[in-house]
């Protein structure tokens, strides 16, 4: 372990990767670990978690679990107060929890609406609202959200992506609320913005799938979970202390850089 994240303690929801492979959860737990921290895995399966942790302990990690749904206020708050009491502190909160649903405006429904809404955005505010009282008698910390390249523009797709992408352009507006809010405090608030990796959640689409995400992005080469895990390392430590309101992309040169005819 290299200690970058010494003496501190982690939340991460949505920590477990749904099928086979490193997800964004994933991937952050094990290097929050990897690099000192003690890590509170939040999942709605125990039995997922279950099988992080024990990876985490058998690499000589410390990690524990809370099995519950975060966009329920109980339960965010129960998940914070376990972190706090079996750990004495909280430092750092990564929101990794989210969903997706195709649909244009005219063909989402209020359902799929308002599930992708409470799923992807308030659990975050839930968790970070539950979080910032612990962060305070800690001294200060870090709440890392992760977010998408579709909220920060207009996805061209013949499905459509309207929800999914109206909750990735409200984390990015509720990271920087929460960064001006709690600056002086020492409290900082900062966004992943992630391009086209493949995790578990995307596998299932198929190689010609994967392989068309890896050509798009201007790298031409493909992203996963520990890309993502890294940047998360780097936000969590006291490396970027000095650093709030941030939203990072993680994509490759995709916001960056634009094609052009040749």
């Known amino acids: 372990m290299a200690g970058r994240l010494d003496g501190k303690v982690a939340i991460v929801t949505g920590a477990a990767s749904r099928g086979e492979g490193i997800g964004n959860g994933k991937a952050t737990a094990l290097l929050f670990a990897r690099e000192g921290a003690r890590v509170m895995l939040i999942n709605r399966s125990k039995e997922r978690a279950e099988t992080l942790r024990e990876e985490i302990a058998g690499e000589g990690g410390e990690a524990a679990i809370f099995a519950g749904d975060m966009t329920n206020a109980d339960d965010a708050s129960a998940a914070i107060d376990a972190a706090e009491e079996r750990y004495g502190r909280l430092d750092i909160l990564c929101n990794n929890i989210g969903i997706g649903s195709p649909g244009k405006v005219e063909d989402v429904t209020e359902a799929q ?36 390249v579709v909220g920060a523009g207009g996805l061209a797709s013949d499905a459509g992506a309207v929800a999914y992408a109206t909750s990735k352009a409200g984390m990015h507006g509720f990271t920087q609320s929460v960064a001006a809010d709690y600056a002086a405090e020492g409290i900082r608030s900062n966004c992943i913005v992630v391009g086209t990796v493949h995790t578990p959640m995307v596998a299932a689409r198929g190689p010609e799938y994967r392989e068309r995400r890896r050509r798009s992005v201007p790298l ?43």
Not at 234 to 262: H, K, N, V
């Open 113 to 148: 609406w308002d599930k992708i809404i409470e799923t992807n955005l308030k659990s975050a505010m839930l968790c970070a609202r539950a979080s910032i009282p612990a962060m305070r008698r800690a001294g200060g910390g870090s709440i890392i959200n992760i977010s998408s």
């Open 220 to 262: 031409e080469t493909e992203g996963t979970g520990w890309d993502i895990g890294w940047g998360a390392v780097y936000l969590a430590s006291d490396e970027s202390r000095w650093i709030t309101g941030l939203l990072l992309p993680i994509d490759g040169g995709l916001m960056a850089i634009r094609p052009w005819p040749r």
